[in-house]
C-alpha cells in the first residue's frame, strides 16, 4: 500500500513538474534570445524628437500631396508593416509612414495611450518634419484617432482615408482586450514558441526575407512591451471618447472596407454612414482580409489617387 502511495506521488510529481520545468526553460530560452535579437534590429527610416523621446518615421516618395500613414492597434513595425503601400503610394506621392511610441523603432513612453495624446505626438513629429499640409491615411484603429486629430487640426488635413479603419459605435468596441495573458505568454516564452512553429503570415505578400525576419524581431520585441499593452487596454475608453462623433463635414473622406464583413456585423453599412456624412465621401469595398494593404496595396493607391485628383486641393 505505502509503495503504490509512494508511486502514486512521484507519478503526480513528474506531472506537475513537467510543465514548471518546460515554462522555466521557455522563459529562460526568451530572454535569452530576446536580449540578443535586439543586436539583429536593423535602422530604417528617420527619429525626430518629441515630447523629449524619439519618434520613428519612414519618408518616401515625391510629388503630389503628402500622405501621412498610421497603424492599427498592435502593429509592431509600422514602416515595414507599410512597405507595399508606401512604394505604390510614393510614385506620385510624398509619404510618411509614422511610427507611433512603442512601435517600430520609436521609443517607449510612459504617458498614456490616449486618443489626445496619440494625436499630439503624431502632430509634433510632423511639425519637426515642417509638415503642415496632408492626407492623412490610417489603419484600423487610426480611424478613431483620426476623429480626434481632425477635430484638433483641421485646418492642415487635406482628406482622410481609411483602410479598413474603425469607426465610433461599432459592435465590440467596449470588449476589452486580455493583456494580462499576452504579457503572461511573452514572458513564459510561450508566444516564442508558438511563432517559430507557425505558419509564415506574410506567405505570397511582396515582403522580401530580411524584411519579414526584422518585422518578426519587432514584434517581439513590441507586442506585449508597456506602451502598446497600455493602449491595448485603453482601447474601450478611446472608443468611448469618440462615440458619435464624425469627421469635419468638409473634410472630403475615402474608405476603403473589406468586402467579406465576417468580424463586425454591418461592416459596410457602418462605413457607408460615415462616408455620407461629409459633404464629399466615398466608400470602396475591396476583396481581402483585415489588412488590406497587404495583398491590395496597388488598388488602394490608384483609388486614392484618382480620389485626391478629383478635388479642388491647389
Known amino acids: 500500500m505505502r509503495k503504490t502511495l509512494r508511486v502514486a506521488l512521484l507519478t503526480i510529481g513528474v506531472i506537475v513538474a513537467v510543465p514548471a520545468l518546460t515554462l522555466a526553460t521557455t522563459s529562460i530560452v526568451n530572454a535569452v534570445a530576446t536580449r540578443s535579437e535586439e543586436s539583429s534590429i536593423e535602422p530604417y527610416g528617420q527619429r525626430v524628437p518629441v515630447g523629449g523621446k524619439q519618434m520613428n518615421v519612414v519618408i518616401s516618395g515625391h ?26 503610394l510614393g510614385a506620385t506621392h510624398r509619404v510618411i ?10 521609443d517607449q513612453t510612459d504617458a498614456p495611450r490616449t486618443t489626445a495624446n496619440i494625436a499630439r505626438e503624431v502632430h509634433e513629429a510632423l511639425r519637426y518634419l515642417g509638415v503642415d499640409r496632408y ?3 490610417g489603419h484600423s484603429v ?11 487640426y483641421a485646418d492642415e488635413i487635406v482628406a482622410f482615408v481609411g483602410i479598413d479603419s474603425s469607426v465610433p459605435d461599432q459592435p465590440g468596441w467596449d470588449d476589452p ?7 503572461a505568454l511573452r514572458d513564459l516564452g510561450i508566444t ?10 506574410y506567405a505570397g505578400m ?20 508597456p506602451t502598446m499593452i497600455d493602449e491595448m487596454e485603453r482601447k474601450p475608453s478611446n472608443f468611448k471618447v469618440v462615440s458619435g462623433m464624425t469627421f469635419p463635414k468638409e473634410l472630403p473622406v475615402l474608405l476603403f472596407v473589406r468586402a467579406n464583413d465576417i468580424d463586425v456585423e454591418g461592416w459596410a453599412e457602418l462605413h457607408e454612414r460615415q462616408a455620407a456624412s461629409v459633404d464629399t465621401g466615398t466608400m470602396i469595398t475591396v476583396q481581402g482580409d483585415h489588412y488590406l494593404h497587404h495583398t491590395a496595396s496597388g488598388t488602394i493607391a490608384k483609388a486614392t489617387e484618382v480620389f485626391l485628383a478629383s478635388l479642388s486641393l491647389r
Request: aromatic share 6%; no cysteine.
Open 192 to 201: 516564442r514558441l508558438l511563432s517559430s512553429i507557425a505558419d509564415d503570415p
Open 63 to 88: 510629388g503630389g500631396e503628402t500622405i501621412v500613414l498610421l497603424p492599427g492597434l498592435g502593429t509592431a513595425a509600422p514602416g515595414l508593416d507599410f512597405q507595399p503601400l508606401i512604394e505604390d
Open 97 to 106: 509612414a509614422v511610427e507611433p511610441f512603442g512601435t517600430g523603432l520609436s
Open 135 to 137: 492626407v492623412l491615411m
Open 206 to 225: 511582396p515582403y522580401d526575407e530580411k524584411t519579414k525576419e526584422q518585422m518578426k524581431l519587432l514584434s517581439t520585441k513590441n507586442a506585449a512591451a
Open 177 to 183: 482586450i486580455p493583456t494580462a495573458a499576452a504579457v
Open 142 to 152: 487610426a480611424g478613431i484617432y483620426a476623429l480626434t486629430y481632425s477635430a484638433a
